[in-house]
């Protein structure tokens, strides 16, 4: 009976994916635990494990393909014994790659990390009809905003964003995905007919306003924007997976997060000393290019420690939102902005709290370089409690990041400057880092945040004591 290999949901948000590479061709006997591809997501690229023994009939899906739905069909195996010819035959019924779910009915995404092959009747999918709860209807999850007077239609996230983009309503589609949901599909079929927004009833005649109400603002459209532009005058850069999940999760924080921000002045000349005397302690270690340091600390790995270290003193600022409950978090898993080609990732630090100096700025030198080389887990990069962000080193004095949910805080750190400070009653010259906080209001009140805001500059200006 042939097996169909589904594309796999890597991450719990994953609604797409480029299939990067194969690292099997038709043919090939595989094993569970095989590694037969990689798949790329938004943020990473994942190498992909077989669940089922048997011989590669068809690779359905060409590497190289890109915006391939999960559980879509990409591969169809030969179970043992069974001929090859005749199961890639007997899968063509499967659904295409890129075709939305069928009306009725829709596999059940395979769990995070793990590539989905159920063995099926002529190779095509089994039908299934789970109980499906709305986003919306989930207990701690509350509608963002431009979704509350759609809350009640069964519909997908992204569904959702491009109807609100495109100011239709969605209670005026008809879902072809599983109990009617509506789909990207569906949506994207209803813009390209025309349909709209209903418009707003119209007020008795007795009760007209006197002025005519202010149209409500809507982003301008895409065409709007180029016509602003000579042809020929600029290049198109299509969006990729990141940059479209950079833009809906910060704009999503932006529109529903109530944040507000707090500034404080750090004196880093005994950071500085001491990064300098532990760095020059640091042993040599014997590697294939020659001794290299055990490690080298930055400033960054004073902060991360710092910050995590401050959450640690304020249990009740280690916290992230729900509409039934504040989440207090047992340990300080600090996010670490990193810059990579035309995007932002955030690998996590977990309990940092926890860690020395040196084992923060190892691990910090590991994510950031795979975080580069698209090699993150999603496990290292999904979640954490709060973020550090530092653009510093390119002469920033200060500046305000956007709280990256679930996080309920993320503190920005500028340029360590050399300023004239007044120590008894004399001006001195010290060297002066300004770290700018940014809180959700939801979880960390006034108080709360300045407290938080004064445990990390007491670490930062006291070290040493982040050496106990």
């Known amino acids: 009976m042939p097996i169909n ?18 690292l099997v061709k038709e043919g090939d006997h595989v094993a569970p635990g095989d590694v037969i591809a990689e798949i790329e997501t938004d943020k990473a690229t994942m190498e992909v494990e077989a669940v089922d023994e048997g011989t590669v009939a068809k690779l359905v899906v060409p590497a190289g393909t890109e915006g391939v739905k999960v559980n879509a069909v990409i591969a169809i195996l030969a179970a043992e014994g069974e001929d090859a010819g005749a199961a890639a035959k007997g899968g063509d019924g499967a659904a295409p790659a890129k075709a939305e779910a069928p009306k009725g009915g829709a596999p059940i995404s395979p769990p995070v990390g793990e590539m989905s092959a159920k063995p099926t009747e002529g190779g095509a999918a089994p039908p299934s009809s789970p109980s499906v709860t709305p986003p919306s209807a989930l207990p701690g999850i509350s509608p963002t905003r431009g979704e509350i007077s759609q809350s009640r239609i069964f519909a997908s996230p992204l569904a ?8 239709v309503e969605l209670s005026a589609i008809e879902g072809s995905g599983p109990h009617g949901r509506v789909v990207k599909a569906d949506v994207e079929k209803a813009v390209a007919g025309g349909a709209k927004a209903p418009a707003q ?3 008795p005649a007795a009760a007209e306003a006197p002025a005519a109400a202010a149209p409500a603002a809507r982003p301008m459209s895409d065409d709007t924007v180029l016509k602003l532009f000579e042809e020929g005058s600029y290049d198109l850069l299509p969006h990729d997976g990141m940059r479209r999940t950079i833009a809906a999760r910060l704009t999503e924080s932006h529109q529903t997060v109530p944040a507000y921000f707090v500034s404080m002045d750090c004196e880093i000349d005994a950071l500085l000393k001491l990064r300098a005397e532990i760095n020059a302690a640091s042993p040599m270690l014997k590697t294939e290019k020659g001794e290299v340091p055990a490690y080298k600390l930055s400033v960054n790995d004073f902060i991360i420690k710092a910050m995590a270290l401050a959450l640690r003193d304020v249990p009740m600022a280690n916290a992230s939102w729900t509409s039934t409950a504040r989440v207090r978090h047992k340990h300080s898993d600090v996010g670490v902005a990193v810059a990579i080609p035309d995007g932002l990732i955030t690998p996590i630090i977990r309990k940092a709290e926890a860690k020395t100096l040196s084992v923060i700025s190892n691990e910090m030198k ?15 990069y999904q979640g954490g409690t709060t973020a550090v962000s530092n653009l510093g080193m390119f002469g920033v004095s200060n500046f305000t990041s956007i709280i990256n949910p679930p996080h309920a805080s993320i503190v920005s750190i500028g340029a360590g400057v050399e300023k004239p400070v007044v120590k008894k009653g004399a001006i001195v010259v010290a060297t002066v880092m300004t770290a700018t906080f940014a809180f959700d209001h939801r979880v960390i009140d006034g108080a709360l945040g300045a407290e938080l805001a004064a445990a990390f500059q007491r ?3 006291k070290p040493m004591g982040m050496l106990v």
């Open 5 to 22: 290999i589904t594309m796999p949901a890597l991450s719990p948000t994953m609604e797409e994916g480029n299939l990067a590479k194969w």
């Open 366 to 380: 590991d994510l950031a370089k795979r975080a580069r080389d698209k090699k993150l887990k999603p496990q290292e």
């Open 459 to 461: 670490h930062i200006e």
């Open 160 to 167: 959702r964003r491009i109807a609100s983009e495109a100011g």
């Open 201 to 203: 009833k119209a007020a």
